[in-house]
């Protein structure tokens, strides 16, 4: 999943640099990489349980 994070990521990069920020095309990518970021995280809370939360807070 880290590899396909980083491909959407190096997707994202590449839009920038020949579309503008505001574009809609850059602006949805920006959404997709937020949207994988997130259940990536969320799946990592899951798999850890509540270990992540005491490694979190130290």
């Not at 990069?13 to 995280?41: A, G, K």
């Not at 990592?44 to 979190?56: A, E, F, N, W």
Request: charged share 30%.
């Amino acid at each position: 999943m880290e590899e396909y994070i980083e491909i959407e990521r190096r997707e994202l990069n590449d839009m920038v640099q020949y579309y503008d920020l505001h574009d809609h095309r850059v602006l949805d990518q920006s959404r997709r990489v937020d949207s994988i970021l997130n259940q990536y995280n969320l799946l990592k809370q899951t798999l850890l349980g509540t270990r992540s939360s005491i490694v979190g807070s130290m």
